[in-house]
């Protein structure tokens, strides 16, 4: 094992990745750049019934747009440890194979799926569903620890079809240290005998996933909870090989927001949120998944979301930025127990990133909102406009979407404040409005303020009386930014016609 931090994100491509799954990317890649070390992208693709098209180039992309980016393998350099593909390193793997089988710690099995099958039912029917390859049943199976060895010879030369399997030790206990679980002991009754190489050539993803991280010198293999159960076969692999085993951390699932058990996407789909980073099409189903890039998140937001899924950085402190992130960041502070995904909390670190940007950056993204709606705002007025509605915006298309009144007249008015604030006495007010604005040479918010008050005062109204009225006639709503901002931005021509077309409308 390389005494340099090497650390892999190891996904198989057989479908969009889930945010659990960035999630493991992303803790990967903090721990390796907190040490100065090296983080790889593998893809484990021997599974070719799961293949699915495009998967890959998802997970490039998806990273990529997450700031995850790999020193090397798929997405990053080939520092000669490649290929990084599984299914184009093949020819590699029957090697490794061939050297357990050699030091007796695998066997050649002929056992066909139908046998097998019939086995497992036979077993069912005899009160044991649980039925598994181990130690005791292949005594009494199709491989080369039951046939002699002229007969497995001969079969093999004949081209019957034949696996390879792992040969557990009876009674053995299998102890590794965890960074996130502590000590973890099984005994190897309680396991079964794992393929390791198929019939079809290609390794399984156990054999090729240690053969990989020992040539790949990986020092640390941190992944998800659903693969701490095959952890122990693998320290057992890399005893059978002489290798020194990798440190161990297995991350907590991320649980569905209301109740037990792992985050789906039908839970996504239930409660209306993506769990996955970016939209996602496959082309052979049709099938589409939507992502959090194209709802409207900002890649930091969405990876400090993710970062503290799990771990805790021991502070008060919620936001960080990816370089905070690798500095705070400690594999010793992950939690064991799952974390709960809450769709909330994300969409208040999107809020947080989006209310800390520049007018600048602002601007430019309400320009770009407009723009793809065919709505227009003067240059002049970008600024102001993006500043007053990113205090309402979570996502960057809500700098139009909740000021929509900015660029449209009303074409309906808000029926709470209709009823309850839309007086007898209003349309002689907005009238009254109308005309001092009319006079006004300056028409901007300090002028209209002044002019506004100025009426009020005289009239001795109360704010209460008239300012809602006077929202509801030029923007339709009830509520909303400062009225007077609104009426610069809109421009006197603008907010004249509105409050004649309010009156006319609310007779
Ligand atoms: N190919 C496995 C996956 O799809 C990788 C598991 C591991 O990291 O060892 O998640």
């Not at 997970?59 to 995850?68: F, K, N, P, S």
Request: with cysteine.
């Amino acid at each position: 094992m390389s005494s340099k931090v090497r650390v892999r994100f190891a996904p198989s491509p057989t479908g969009p990745l889930h945010i659990g799954g960035v999630r493991t990317a992303l803790y990967n890649y903090l721990f390796a750049k907190k040490h100065g070390g090296d983080f790889l992208l593998r893809v484990e693709d021997t599974d070719q019934t799961r293949f699915v098209a495009g998967a890959e180039k998802y997970i490039v992309e998806a990273l990529a747009w997450c700031g995850i980016s790999p020193d090397e393998g798929i997405g990053g350099e080939d520092r000669g440890n490649g290929p990084y593909r599984q299914s184009e390193r093949k020819p590699m793997y029957r090697e490794y194979a061939e050297t357990l089988l050699a030091n007796d710690s695998a066997y050649v099995a002929f056992d066909t799926a139908d046998e097998l099958e019939r086995v497992r039912a036979l077993a069912k029917e005899a009160g044991a569903s649980n039925w598994q390859y181990n130690y005791i049943t292949r005594e009494n199976m199709k491989n080369s620890l039951t046939l002699a060895k002229d007969e497995v010879k001969a079969k093999i030369a004949a081209g019957e079809p034949y696996v390879i399997r792992m040969k557990l030790p009876r009674d053995h206990e299998v102890r590794f240290e965890d960074t996130i679980r502590g000590w973890v002991s099984v005994n190897t009754n309680n396991m079964d005998d794992k393929v390791l190489f198929k019939g079809d050539g290609m390794p399984t993803y156990h054999l090729a996933n240690i053969v990989d991280d020992h040539l790949m010198e990986i020092s640390h293999v941190i992944r998800g909870e659903e693969w701490l159960p095959s952890a122990p076969l693998h320290v057992l692999l890399y005893e059978a090989f002489g290798w020194e085993s990798p440190i161990f951390a297995h991350l907590p699932l991320l649980l569905k927001p209301d109740g037990p058990g792992k985050l789906s996407k039908r839970d996504g789909d239930r409660l209306g949120f993506p769990v996955f980073p970016i939209d996602w099409k496959n082309d052979e189903t049709q099938e589409t998944a939507s992502g959090y890039r194209e709802t409207g998140f900002y890649p930091d937001a969405f990876i400090n979301m993710l970062a503290l899924l799990g771990w805790n950085p021991g502070t008060e402190q919620e936001v960080f930025s990816l370089q905070e992130l690798v500095e705070a960041f400690d594999l010793g502070s992950v939690s064991k127990s799952g974390a709960k995904f809450d769709f909330e909390k994300g969409k208040w670190f999107n809020q947080v990133y989006l209310r800390g940007m520049s007018e600048e950056k602002l601007a430019s993204a309400l320009k770009t909102e407009l723009n793809s709606r065919g709505l227009h705002c003067d240059e002049k007025h970008l600024g102001t406009v993006a500043m007053m509605m990113s205090e309402r915006a979570t996502f960057p298309k809500d700098l139009v979407t909740e000021g929509l009144f900015l660029f449209e007249r009303p074409s309906t008015y808000d029926e709470k404040t209709l009823t309850k604030k839309w007086s007898a006495d209003s349309p002689k007010m907005m009238e009254d409005i109308s005309s001092r604005f009319l006079a006004l040479v300056t028409f901007d918010a300090a002028s209209i303020e002044s002019c506004f008050k100025g009426y009020l005062t005289e009239k001795e109204l109360g704010f209460g009386k008239v300012g809602p009225s006077f929202r509801l006639a030029v923007t339709g709503k009830g509520m909303g930014p400062s009225m007077f901002t609104i009426c610069e931005v809109l421009g006197k021509e603008e907010v004249l016609a509105r409050i004649s077309l309010a009156i006319e409308k609310l007779k």
